[in-house]
């Protein structure tokens, strides 16, 4: 089955340090695999995709992803964190090969504190 | 910018009573999902339409949940009668077919059985 992990449920970090959220995937084909933001009370926001090609993947606010094969890992990433970018982060995982489907992990809480 | 909408965006409502929310996904995108998170949890599909046709709906509750998309177009979500644990956020996403396009989410109905 297709799946995807989030092994924290929460990461701390202070503002302006790196910061990295992990994510580990599952599947019987080539991965297409998605970062996605929530702030409270409001839907997904996109982040950044990665399909094929370069491993590291830049996406919106200054967020960029490391697909690594070997690790079966997209682990997402920020050089200098913000208070702004505490939120829920969610890593997903689409089933080319299932109707499409889109699996979600189960979200990791970034706490950016000043 | 082109948004999935969604209404209403709050829904309280007593036990046993039917509740529907509604959805219209990005103009042009054929793939229309429906998602269940529950709170501090990732999203869970319920039901995926191609244009009109359901092509998933095995986590959908049927006897209690219904969906459809008549034209193929907009969405809607009906659940009767509604339960205390059927208090979540329901949130619509869209997508074009192809399997390395993201999926567009709405903000979501945050959705109180009382």
């Known amino acids: 089955a297709q799946s995807v992990a989030q092994p924290e449920d929460q990461v701390n970090v202070a503002e302006g340090n790196p910061l990295t959220v992990k994510c580990t995937y599952s599947?019987?084909?080539?991965?297409?695999l998605f970062w996605y933001v929530q702030y409270p009370n409001r839907g997904l926001q996109f982040l950044l995709k990665y399909i094929t090609g370069d491993n590291l993947v830049k996406g919106s606010y200054g967020f960029e992803a490391e697909f690594n094969k070997s690790q079966t890992s997209f682990h997402l990433k920020k050089p200098s964190a913000l208070v702004s970018d505490s939120a829920l982060y969610f890593c997903a995982v689409r089933d080319t090969r299932n109707f499409n489907k889109f699996y979600f992990g189960s979200g990791t809480k970034l706490n950016v504190k000043p | 910018e082109a948004e999935v909408a969604q209404s209403p965006r709050y829904k309280i409502t007593e036990k046993s009573q039917a509740v529907a929310f509604w959805c219209d996904p990005i103009?042009?995108?054929?793939?229309l999902y429906w998602y269940r998170q529950i709170l501090g949890q990732g999203p869970e599909l319920l039901v995926q339409?191609?244009?009109?046709?359901?092509?998933?709906d095995s986590q959908l509750p049927k006897d209690r949940f219904s969906a459809e998309r008549l034209k193929g177009v907009d969405s809607t979500l009906k659940i009767q009668p509604a339960e205390l644990g059927d208090s979540a956020m329901y949130l619509c996403?869209?997508?074009?077919?192809?399997?390395?396009?993201?999926?567009?989410f709405g903000q979501g109905t945050r959705l109180t059985v009382v």
């Open positions: 103009s042009g995108h054929a793939t």
């Open positions: 996403a869209s997508s074009v077919k192809q399997g390395a396009a993201e999926a567009f």
């Open positions: 599947v019987s084909g080539n991965p297409y």
């Open positions: 339409f191609q244009d009109e046709s359901v092509v998933d």
